[in-house]
T-cell receptor, first 111, second 111 residues
Framework: GENVEQHPSTLSVQEGDSAVIKCTYS??????FPWYKQELGKGPQLIID?????GEKKDQRIAVTLNKTAKHFSLHITETQPEDSAVYFC??????????FGTGTSLTVIP | DTAVSQTPKYLVTQMGNDKSIKCEQN?????MYWYKQDSKKFLKIMFS???????INETVPNRFSPKSPDKAHLNLHINSLELGDSAVYFC??????????FGSGTRLTVV
């Protein structure tokens, strides 16, 4: 089955700096890669996603890149703000629509 | 207007008791899921139901049983609770192709 690795497990950045979270996957047939943000006491929420036919996608301060050859994808947050502090999960979805989550990254933005 | 709602939000109970967590979605999705999140924030799938049929059943103890009276509901019953069952349980609905919508979680504490 699919195996998703996520790094780093914790990340601290100064407000205004950029944050990058990286994930690798093992199944070259996986074709959908969503990212989730989980704030304290809440459930994970989908914030951005990318499909295998696209290399990059942006939504305001958030961007995701995908390198199919290397089987890795990354989440980029620019101009970080304190409200970006949360746990972020990547996921890889196989052609049979099975979800495989990464182990999570706890991001802290220091004011 | 909550898309996926689960109750209760907090549940404290003694070892050996039987408890249930309810979940309802108003998104019209065909598939619903239960996830367990441990203290390290790892998300582990427990069950999924598609049109009232169990389609994923990971290696969880048979003390856990999902029950779906209709497509909009997927409840989780837990018998003979153990200390190790303490965790946050999330209900979700959706499809792999378009991402999941999670509920806000039920924090279960077994004492």
């Amino acid at each position: 089955g699919e195996n998703v690795e996520q790094h780093p497990s914790t990340l601290s950045v100064q407000e205004g700096d950029s944050a990058v979270i990286k994930c690798t996957y093992s199944d070259s047939a996986s074709n959908y890669f969503p990212w989730y943000k989980q704030e304290l006491g809440k459930g994970p929420q989908l914030i951005i996603d990318i499909r295998s036919n696209v290399g990059e996608k942006k939504d305001q301060r958030i961007a995701v890149t995908l390198n199919k050859t290397a089987k890795h994808f990354s989440l980029h947050i620019t101009e970080t703000q304190p409200e970006d502090s949360a746990v972020y999960f990547c996921a890889a979805v196989t052609r049979s629509n099975q979800f495989y989550f990464g182990t999570g990254t706890s991001l802290t933005v220091i004011p | 207007d909550t898309a996926v709602s689960q109750t209760p939000k907090y549940l404290v109970t003694q070892m050996g008791n039987d408890k249930s967590i309810k979940c309802e979605q108003n998104l019209g999705h065909d598939t619903m899921y239960w996830y367990k999140q441990d203290s390290k924030k790892f998300l582990k799938i427990m069950f999924s139901y598609n049109n009232k049929e169990l389609i994923i059943n990971e290696t969880v103890p048979n003390r856990f049983s999902p029950k779906s009276p209709d497509k909009a509901h997927l409840n989780l019953h837990i018998n003979s609770l153990e200390l190790g069952d303490s965790a946050v349980y999330f209900c979700a609905s959706g499809t792999g192709a378009y991402g999941y919508t999670f509920g806000s979680g039920t924090r279960l504490t077994v004492v």
